[in-house]
C-alpha cells in the first residue's frame, strides 16, 4: 500500500498543521498539537471536543463556526496526552465554564480526565459529557460503557449550536445529554485500515465475512457475519437502532411522525457511491415506518484510515434540538448553509 | 552475584534499559494489540519510551524519585492513549512512594510497586481479573512483598517472573475492560497487551541488576 | 474487495437513486438519471454539468443552491446518452438558454452535443464550454484538448453563482471560459479502482510507481516516477501548475501578490490525512511564493472508485471570480456559508 | 453454398448473433479497454447489446433499414461513453443507407458500411492511423467496395476479414485520439478496443451468413 506522507512517525502534527491551513485563518494551532477557533466571544460556554488522529476529517475538523471552539488532538489512534488537553482548555475558556464533549473510550477518558483535573487546578470549570452512541457495543441498561462513533459529528453539530447561546455550563451539559441520549448508531467494517507507523492493518477478517458492530478502531463488534448486499444489510443494521430505541427505557420508540436526522458514514475505502446506494434503501425502510428525514447527510467524515465499513446514524429529534440543527455552520469536516 | 542496592546512576541506566527494551519490543506489542484492541500499543509504548530517553538524557537526577517522576511525566505527556495515562500514572505513582530515597534496594522495589499498583487501579479502574495490565502489575507488586530482603537483583528476578506468568495467565482471561470487552469470550486464547509491557519492563530492570 | 452493493449492472441507477434522497426534497429526478434542482425560475439562464457515475460525490452532488441546476449522469464511467442530456435539458431550461458545462471527455463531447442537437431541436439554445484544467495531458498550445479533473469544482462553483445573476447564455459562456481559462490542476495516482460491474482494476501499476499526470479513469498519464514523500511530490506537481501559467501566453504568471482558490482532492481512497500533509507542504510552498490562499478545499471529492491518488487545483482569481467564489452555495458534493 | 442476400427476418437473426457474440466478449473488450483507456468499454458494448436484444425481441420490423436503425437507436440511449455515440451512429448512418431495402445483400452491405464509415468519422473527428475502431470499420467499408459482386456470405467473410486485419493493424499505431492520446509510443503493441469490437460485429454477421 502507497501512503503519501513523510516520517510515518509524524503523521500527526504535520496532519494537523496541514488542517490549520485548510482553515485559512479562522482557526489557529495552540500548543502541541490542538486546534481552536481565531475568535471566541468572553463569557461563551466554551466546548472542547477531541481524540486521536487518523479519523480525519474528524474529530478536529469539527472545529468552526458555530461549531466547536476547539479540538485536543493525540497522536493516530491515541486520546490525546492531558498536556494538550490542559492547553486547549485554557486557550477556549472565556471565563464561563467548558465543556469537553467526546468519544467514550478508555484512553479518552483518563487522559481527558486528569487534563480537567489540571485545568481546575486553573481554576477552570469543567464537565464532561461522553458520546456513546455505538448501539452494538453494549446493551441499553449499560448504555453509558457504550463506544463513541460516528453519531458523534450529529452530536457535536448541535450542541455546538446551542453553545454558542446558553448561558451556563450546566445548561450546555444537559442539551449535551440529551443530543447524546437521541443519537444511536451501529456500524460495519468490511475490511481493517492500518497504522502508518507500522503498516500494520489493524484487524484482520475473512474474505467472506464483515464484521457488524465493529468499532471505528477495529475493536471487536457483536458478530460477524456473511458479507451480503446493500439492500440486505441496510434493513438489519436500522433494525438494531429501532430495537434499541424500543429497549431503552430512557427514550421513546422511533415511530410513524418522529422526525431524525440520517447520517451515512463511510469508514473512508468505502466509496460514495456504495453510501448512496444504501441511502437508498435506508429511506425506503424509513419511509416504511412512516419515519420522516428532517435532513441527511453522507460521506466519509468519521474514517479510520483505508478501512472499509459503513454506519448509520439517527438522532431523533425534538423542537429543541431540531433548533440547534438548524444553525448554519462551517467546518472543514461539515458546513451547512 | 548479590547486589544490596542500586545508585542514583545505576536507577537511571536501567530505566534507560526498560526504554530501549521497550522500543525495541515494539512489534510483539503491536500485535497485541492487534489481537484485542486497535493495534497501537507498540508505537505508543515506544513513542513513550523514546520521550522517556530523551528525558533521561538531556537532564540530571538527584534522586531516585526524580527518575521514576521524569519518566512517568515524559510518559504522559507524550503517548496519549490509555497506556499514556496508565503507564504515566505507574511511574508517577511508583516515585511519589520513594520521597529522598538514594538508593534502590528490594524494600524500595516493593514501595514503588505497590503504590505504581494502587495508582493505576484508581486511574483506571480496573482489578485484577479484568484483562489488563494489571494483571502482570499486581502479581509483581505481590511478589515484590515476598522479596523485601533478597538482594535486587533477585528481588527484580522474582519480580519480572510474576510479572511474566500474571502475563501468560492473562492468556486465559476473559476481557471485560478496554476495547477488547467486546470480544467477551472471544479474548481468550491472546494476551493482554499492557501486560506484556509490563513483563518486558520489569525484566529488564532484573536484567540490568543481574549483569 | 468487498462492495457493498446489490446488482452490479444497477449501481449507477440506484446511487442516484441514493443521491436523490440526500437532497432532502431540494433536488428531484427526471428522466432516466439525471438530477435538477426543484425551483429554477423563469428566465434564469439554466447550467446543466454531468458525465459518468462512478465519481461521487461528483457531477451529480454538484446540483443545489447556487449550484448547478441540473446534472446528466451516465453510466459507470461512461458519458450520458443524449436522451438523458436532452431529459435534463428539456427539465431545467427556463426560456434563456442552457450552458453545458463538462469535463472534456470524447465520450461526453459527443454525446452531449448530440444531447445539444436534440434540444435545438425543441427549441432550446444550447452552448458549451469544455472543462479542460489537466495540465499534464496536453501542452499549453493545445490545451483546449486536455481533460477535465479536480478542478471542475471549483470552476461548477463560480460558474454556478454566476448564472443566478448573469441576463445572457453569451454572458454566462464568456464566465464559463474564463474561469476554465484560470483553473488548473495537476494530479497522480498510486493505485487503481476498479469497475463495479467487472470487479477489475482499471489499470496496473508498479508497487514502488506512481503516475503522474494520470487521469481520473486511470487514463495514462505523463510519466510514471518513483514513489516518493508527500513533501517531495507536493512541489513537484505545483511546479508543473506554475510552469503551465507561464508557459501559457493566454494567462498571466502566478506570482507574488496573486490570490487564489487551492484545492486538494483525494481520488478516493487516498486518506484525508494524507491530503492534510499534502496541503501543508503546499501552503509552505505557496507562502514562499508570495501566493495568497483565498480559500481552501480538501477532500474527496472526485473520486475513481477506491483508486488511491491526490491532485491540486488552483484557480487564479480577479475580482469578478472572487465574487463568485464568495456566495454561499449548498450541494452534496460542496457546501460554503 | 452461395447465399445471395439475406430477407428482412434473416437479417434480424443476424443482428441478434452480432448482439450476443458481443455480450459474450465482454472480458476481451474489458482487457482492450484497460490496456489503452478506462477498462469500461466491454461492459459498455454489453449494456449496450443487451439493450439491442430486448428492443429486437419486443419489436416487429417491416425492412431492413428499420432493423439497424432500432439496433442504433436502442444502443445510443443505453450505452453512453464514446462508444455508446459511436457505435450508434454507425448503426444509425449506415441505416440511412438502406431506404426500402427488403433485402440484405453485398450491395446494401457496401451501402451500409460506407455510410456508416463517414457517419463515425464525422461524428469522432478521427481518421485511419488514430488507433481507434476506425481502423477496422474503414478497412471493412473499402473491402465492400470490392465485394459488391459477391454472395452476402462471401462479401461479409471478406468484409470481416478485412475488420479482423484493421483491428490486428491497429497494434502497431500510436494513438492520436481518446483517451490512449496521453500514451503516445506506449500505446503500441495493443489493439484498440473499439476496432475489437468492430471485427466481432462483422464476423459475427459473417458466421451466421454462412450457417
Ligand atoms: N481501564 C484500564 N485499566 C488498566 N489497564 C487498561 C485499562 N484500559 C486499557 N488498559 C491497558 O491498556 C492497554 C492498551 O493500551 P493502548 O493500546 O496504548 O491504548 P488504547 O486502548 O487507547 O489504544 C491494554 O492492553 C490494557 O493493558
Ligand atoms: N473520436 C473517436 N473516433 C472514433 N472512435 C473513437 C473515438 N474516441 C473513442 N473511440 C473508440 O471508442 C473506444 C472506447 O470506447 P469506450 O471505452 O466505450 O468509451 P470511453 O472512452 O468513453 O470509455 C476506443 O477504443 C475507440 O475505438
Ligand atoms: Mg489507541
Ligand atoms: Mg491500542
Ligand atoms: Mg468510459
Ligand atoms: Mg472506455
Known sequence: ??????????????????????????????????????????????????????????????????????????????????????????????????????????????????????????????????????????????????????????????????????????????????TVLQTRSVGVSMSPGSIPATGKPTFEIDEGLIGLGMGIHGEPGVSEIPMTTADDLTPQMLDLIFKDFTDDSDVDDLKEGDEILLFVNSLGATTMMECLICLRKAKEYLNKRGVRVYDTIVGPLVTCQEMSGISFSITKLNDELKRYWDVPCESVCYTKL | MAKESLDVSESLEMVKLVARKIIESEPILTDADRNLGDGDHGIGMQRGMTAVLEKLESDSFADIKSIFNAAGMAMMSSMGGASGALFGTLFRSGAKALDGKLAFDSSSLSDFLVAANEGVQARGGASPGDKTMIDALDPAANESLQSKELPINEALGAVASAAESGRDQSKDMVATMGRAKTLGEKSVGHPDAGACSIAIIFRAMAEFANN
Not at chain 1, 460556554?45 to 479540538?71: C, K, R, S
Not at chain 1, 452494538?136 to 449550536?161: F, Q, Y
Open chain 1, 1 to 178: 500500500m502507497k501512503k503519501l506522507i513523510n516520517d510515518p512517525l509524524k503523521v500527526a502534527d504535520e496532519l494537523i498543521d496541514g488542517l490549520v491551513e485548510a482553515y485559512d485563518g479562522d482557526c489557529v494551532k495552540v500548543g502541541t498539537r490542538s486546534i481552536i477557533k481565531k475568535e471566541i466571544p468572553e463569557g461563551k460556554v466554551a466546548l472542547l471536543i477531541g481524540g486521536g488522529a487518523g479519523h480525519e476529517p474528524i474529530y478536529h475538523g469539527l472545529v468552526g463556526t458555530n461549531m466547536a471552539d476547539g479540538a485536543a488532538c493525540g497522536d493516530i489512534f491515541a486520546a490525546p496526552p492531558p498536556d494538550i488537553v490542559l492547553e486547549a482548555t485554557s486557550a477556549i475558556s472565556r471565563g464561563n465554564g467548558v465543556l469537553y464533549l467526546y468519544g467514550n473510550y478508555a484512553g479518552d477518558v483518563m487522559n481527558f480526565d486528569i487534563g480537567a483535573e489540571l485545568s481546575e487546578e486553573e481554576g477552570i470549570e469543567v464537565k464532561t459529557v461522553l458520546i456513546t452512541d455505538d448501539v452494538c457495543s453494549a446493551p441499553p441498561e449499560s448504555k453509558e460503557e457504550r463506544r463513541g462513533i460516528a453519531g458523534l459529528v450529529l452530536i457535536v453539530k448541535m450542541v455546538s449550536a446551542a453553545s454558542q447561546s446558553v448561558e451556563t455550563l450546566d445548561e450546555l451539559e444537559r442539551i449535551a445529554k440529551l
